[in-house]
């Protein structure tokens, strides 16, 4: 199996996700400009995986300092954190990942720069365990309630490549099927940067899971010939009340589940969900490069000069939500409680 972010003595080493699936390359980052880079073109991308590599980044950034001066390192180490935090503003996970690195900074206020180094490298190492944890956990909760024989419509890619391994929304597949479902899966495409056709397929052909890929477009027609029972996609951040913001399209998938009666189900960890945010309409959305949309790989498919936009996320209102998935447990509305709720009962170690 493949490792989407790996803490090793040469580097972070990250796959190279702009390459599948047609090749499995590892990239080593030795210094945190780089991971930032990583971060910024999507190398490494995924709201969870985000996280990790931030946290990563900052941990390989702090070794690098060259003070013994505590306050000179931590000076140092603020910029770091910031410039890591300036690599795409969506998933709210980059920001969780980072302010745990610093709180581990400030939680030892007269410690070493030694000391400070060790501490920070440790807490990257333990983000990354503690995701995959995290992962199986949704997966264990969000397994139950998938029918047997269920075929799952996911848009995006949630899954391994998308955090620490096992994944959100893929996650929740792998748990039915870890519990002996047969599950089958429609993959939507995932213009414009195909996340769906390059890594969701790849990872669950590779996972010999059932799956069938089709272009975005594609989706109403399937929910129509009745092919789908239960959409999960994953999410970059959950307003307190329940408004999800996911990759671009995941909206529209929501309104046709609606029309179809099908339950679409939202999965992702707590560091997902941002409480500080009231509703959907305050989450800052990413806007990219619009060659992402005007180019196909590469190759020109549309006429120069014409105005285009790519949103790279949008947001599904609460009310379309059936239910959302966390490592704590299954949340229905009223959301603004139940999500509140869900961070009173600890983290998973
Ligand atoms: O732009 P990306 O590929 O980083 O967007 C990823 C998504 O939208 C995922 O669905 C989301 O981060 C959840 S990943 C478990």
Redesign the pocket.
């Known amino acids: 199996m493949f490792k989407t972010i790996e803490w090793k003595k040469t580097g972070v080493v990250m796959i190279d996700q702009r390459l599948l699936p047609g090749k499995e390359v590892y990239n080593t980052y030795t210094d945190y400009k780089g991971v930032a880079g990583a971060i910024k073109d ?1 190398v490494v ?6 996280g990790v590599a931030a946290a990563m980044g900052v941990a390989i950034g702090a070794s690098g300092i060259k003070t013994s001066d505590p306050a000179a390192f931590r000076k140092e180490l603020g910029k770091i954190c910031d410039l890591l935090a300036s690599t ?1 503003p ?2 709210v ?1 980059l920001f969780w990942g980072i302010e745990r690195m610093r709180s581990v900074a400030a939680s030892h206020p007269g410690a070493s720069v030694a000391t400070l180094k060790r501490l920070l490298v440790d807490e990257a190492k333990k983000i990354h365990r503690e995701d995959i944890a995290i992962c199986r956990e949704i997966g264990r909760h969000g397994g139950t309630l998938l029918k047997d024989g269920s075929t799952v419509l996911t ?5 391994a490549l ?2 620490a391994g096992y ?3 893929l996650g929740v597949i792998r748990g039915a099927i870890d519990r002996g479902k047969k599950i089958a899966v429609y993959a939507d495409e995932t213009r414009p ?1 195909l ?1 769906g056709a390059r890594l969701t397929a790849w990872e669950l052909h590779k996972d010999k899971i059932d799956c069938t890929l089709i272009t975005d477009n594609m989706a109403g027609y399937i929910m129509g010939k009745g092919l789908i029972n239960a959409v999960v ?4 951040r959950i307003a307190a009340n329940g408004d999800t913001a ?2 671009i399209g ?1 909206y529209s998938v929501a309104i046709l589940a609606k029309e179809h009666g099908i339950p679409f189900y939202v ?2 960890p707590l560091s ?1 969900i941002d409480l500080k945010i009231k509703h959907g309409d305050e989450i800052p959305i ?1 806007e990219r490069n619009t060659n992402e949309v005007t180019q196909l790989r590469g190759s020109v498919i549309a006429p120069k000069g014409i105005k285009v936009r790519n949103p ?2 949008d947001v599904t209102p609460n009310r379309l939500v059936t239910a959302i998935i966390t490592e704590k447990g299954v949340v229905k509305k009223p959301y603004i409680k139940g999500l509140k709720a869900l961070f009173a009962k600890g983290s998973i170690k």
């Open positions: 999507m991308r995924g709201a969870p995986a985000i795409r969506t998933a996970n848009h995006c890619n949630a899954g998308a955090t994944g959100t929304a940067f996340q996609v994953g999410a970059d996911n990759k995941t999965a992702a997902t990413e790279a996320f």
